[in-house]
């Protein structure tokens, strides 16, 4: 089966969206572990939890709408 050179290259751009969005979501995995084991249950750990997930999210949307580097 042979591709077009877009095809080709939308391939390639989504194979590279996807590694961003596996890397991250590995990294705020990680960063999270962290956060839980080094800081004690408060609400301010919780806020920044919470708002370690909107920066995934919003990344996520900004791969979406204007792909990435």
């Given at each position: 089966?042979?591709?077009?050179?877009?095809?080709?290259?939308?391939?390639?751009?989504?194979?590279?969206?996807?590694?961003?969005?596996?890397g991250?979501?590995?990294a705020?995995?990680?960063?999270?572990?962290y956060?839980?084991?080094?800081?004690?249950?408060?609400?301010?750990?919780?806020?920044?939890?919470k708002?370690?997930?909107?920066?995934?999210?919003?990344?996520?949307?900004?791969?979406?709408?204007?792909?990435?580097?």
């Amino acid at each position: 089966m042979a591709f077009t050179i877009e095809e080709e290259a939308k391939r390639f751009i989504e194979q590279k969206r996807v590694q961003f969005i596996q890397g991250l979501e590995d990294a705020s995995k990680d960063l999270k572990h962290y956060i839980n084991d080094n800081l004690h249950n408060s609400d301010e750990r919780d806020y920044a939890i919470k708002a370690l997930k909107e920066a995934v999210l919003w990344c996520r949307s900004c791969t979406e709408k204007h792909g990435i580097k």
